[in-house]
């Protein structure tokens, strides 16, 4: 079992910046494929980032590339995702999750096995 724990949300203006956490305990962190995803109201939660065991590899949605960046911590067992330039559209309960496996299916939320609380953010224009 991995726990989750997501902090760091907040209400900011358009164009301001954000840094989200997310403490892990349990399994060695350091073997886990770590992501960001989020929720609007009325949508489906959507892939945003992700990050490989060891930070070889990370990933981004179109929507956030150039203005998020993930990033982990394997000594603190934390992931974080640096986000800037918010826009409006941004709005939404954020969710780290952990995976298994880095491959094909990282950006769908089948793929990971352990979800945090989520922690909203909200971006006024």
């Known amino acids: 079992q991995v726990q989750l724990v997501d902090t760091g949300g907040g209400l900011v203006q358009a164009g301001g910046s954000l840094r989200l956490s997310c403490a892990a305990s349990g399994r060695t962190f350091s073997n886990y494929v770590m992501g960001w995803f989020r929720q609007a109201p009325g949508k489906e939660r959507e892939f945003v980032a992700a990050?490989?065991?060891?930070?070889?590899?990370?990933l981004y949605a179109d929507s956030v590339k150039g203005r998020f960046i993930i990033s982990r911590d394997n000594t603190k067992n934390t992931v974080y995702l640096q986000m800037n330039s918010l826009k409006p559209e941004d709005t939404a309960v954020y969710y780290c999750?952990?995976?298994?496996?880095?491959?094909?299916?990282?950006?769908?939320?089948?793929?990971?096995?352990?979800w945090g609380q989520g922690t909203q953010v909200t971006v006024s224009s």
């Open positions: 990050n490989s065991q060891r930070s070889i590899s990370t």
């Open positions: 999750a952990a995976a298994t496996r880095w491959g094909i299916r990282t950006t769908g939320t089948s793929t990971y096995d352990y």
